[in-house]
C-alpha cells in the first residue's frame, strides 16, 4: 500500500511540475508534507492512548482537551467505559 501511495505521489509531482512555477511546487510539496506527518503524528498518539492507561494518565495532566478528544472518538465508535475504567483507577491509585 506504502509503494501504491508514493507512487501516487510521484506521479502528481511529475504531472505538477508541467504546470506549476518553482515556488508553488515547493509550497505544494511542504503542505504536502506536514500533513502526512499529521496523519502519522495523530495515528500514532492514537494507538499509543489506546493502549497504555498510564499514558492517557499522562495526557490528562499536560493535554486533558486531546484525551477528551480521544474519549469522544472512542465512544463514537461504540467503545463505552474507557474513560471510567481510568478514572476509577487514577481515584484508586491516589488512596
Known amino acids: 500500500m506504502c509503494q501504491f501511495f508514493f507512487n501516487s505521489l510521484h506521479f502528481i509531482s511529475l504531472r505538477m511540475a508541467r504546470t506549476m512555477d518553482p ?21 500514532f498518539l ?17 493535554f486533558p482537551f ?13 467503545m463505552y467505559g474507557i474513560r ?3 478514572q476509577e483507577k487514577w481515584l484508586n ?3
Open 23 to 43: 515556488l508553488a511546487k515547493k509550497i505544494f510539496k511542504g503542505v504536502l508534507v506536514a500533513e502526512l506527518v499529521g496523519i502519522f503524528g495523530a495515528y
Open 46 to 62: 492514537f494507538k499509543k492512548m489506546n493502549t497504555s492507561q498510564d499514558f492517557r494518565q499522562t495526557m490528562s495532566k499536560k
Open 66 to 78: 486531546i484525551l477528551e478528544v480521544y474519549y469522544k472518538s472512542i465512544e463514537h465508535s461504540g
Open 84 to 86: 471510567e475504567q481510568d
Open 93 to 95: 491509585s491516589k488512596n
